[in-house]
């Protein structure tokens, strides 16, 4: 079972928590991985482009002139493609792009990841992420006191409205609440921070079924088309 050191913002280490093995001491699936970012990109399109085709824009169906005898070419209809204001030959047509993914593997490869974010050290445990006032550089002075520079995803309760509010000028951070933790951010973010209670709630969510988790899970799939991805 592996254990962190518990800090706080001031990187102290103020204890230890027990991780769940099953969550956090998972063996590396690259390939599960790669399926389940392919899912959660190939959700996030919007699909709503599209062209009209001849049977979509408007105009009359009747035959401009007969057939022969005029010298001009033979036309069927003004909504041709070869007239202008005439339909699209082709052209790209609204369609759903998802590419669902059943829940067990979408669990799977999160507990991957963030197993893999423990072992190479990337991964901090806080007591809580309270900040004094909701400013960005309060924020930004505990992401700098916890020596903790590039990239970097917190995971903290979504009823901290400091938090949320002080972190949301900073490109290079993301704040997201444990049921909202998706594959793709903690892949993209080199740094991933958890408050305490975040961590314990993030275990029970994911831990498998018959070992003593339960049946719910975070949103980590793809957003459906026409939402924001988390």
């Given at each position: 079972?592996?254990?962190?050191?518990?800090?706080?913002?001031?990187?102290?280490?103020?204890?230890?928590?027990?991780?769940?093995?099953?969550?956090f001491g998972a063996e590396l699936n690259e390939g599960l991985?790669?399926?389940?970012?392919?899912?959660?990109?190939?959700?996030?399109?919007?699909?709503?482009?599209?062209?009209?085709?001849?049977?979509?824009?408007?105009?009359?169906?009747?035959?401009?002139?007969?057939?022969?005898?005029?010298?001009?070419?033979?036309?069927?209809?003004?909504?041709?493609?070869?007239?202008?204001?005439?339909?699209?030959?082709h052209g790209p047509q609204a369609r759903d792009w998802s590419?669902?993914?059943?829940?067990?593997?979408?669990?799977?490869?999160?507990?991957?990841?963030?197993?893999?974010?423990?072992?190479?050290?990337?991964?901090?445990?806080?007591?809580?992420?309270?900040?004094?006032?909701?400013?960005?550089?309060?924020?930004?002075?505990?992401?700098?006191?916890?020596?903790?520079?590039?990239?970097?995803?917190?995971?903290?309760?979504?009823?901290?409205?400091?938090?949320?509010?002080?972190?949301?000028?900073?490109?290079?951070?993301?704040?997201?609440?444990?049921?909202?933790?998706?594959?793709?951010?903690?892949?993209?973010?080199?740094?991933?921070?958890?408050?305490?209670?975040?961590?314990?709630?993030?275990?029970?969510?994911?831990?498998?079924?018959?070992?003593?988790?339960?049946?719910?899970?975070?949103d980590e799939a793809a957003p459906a088309q026409g939402e924001?991805?988390?």
């Amino acid at each position: 079972m592996p254990t962190v050191k518990v800090r706080n913002l001031k990187n102290e280490e103020v204890g230890d928590l027990d991780l769940s093995d099953a969550v956090f001491g998972a063996e590396l699936n690259e390939g599960l991985i790669h399926a389940a970012v392919k899912s959660y990109l190939a959700g996030a399109r919007q699909g709503t482009v599209g062209t009209k085709t001849r049977g979509d824009v408007s105009g009359s169906g009747r035959k401009l002139w007969k057939q022969k005898g005029t010298g001009r070419a033979r036309i069927a209809s003004i909504r041709s493609p070869l007239w202008k204001g005439g339909g699209n030959v082709h052209g790209p047509q609204a369609r759903d792009w998802s590419q669902p993914l059943p829940k067990k593997m979408r669990r799977g490869a999160l507990r991957s990841a963030l197993s893999e974010r423990l072992r190479e050290g990337n991964l901090v445990v806080v007591e809580n992420f309270v900040l004094p006032e909701a400013k960005t550089k309060e924020f930004v002075g505990a992401l700098a006191a916890l020596e903790l520079g590039g990239k970097t995803l917190v995971v903290d309760t979504t009823d901290n409205d400091r938090l949320l509010l002080a972190s949301r000028n900073v490109k290079r951070a993301k704040v997201v609440g444990s049921g909202g933790l998706n594959i793709y951010d903690v892949l993209y973010h080199e740094k991933l921070v958890m408050s305490r209670a975040a961590a314990e709630q993030l275990q029970s969510l994911l831990e498998p079924r018959g070992a003593g988790g339960r049946n719910g899970s975070p949103d980590e799939a793809a957003p459906a088309q026409g939402e924001e991805a988390a």
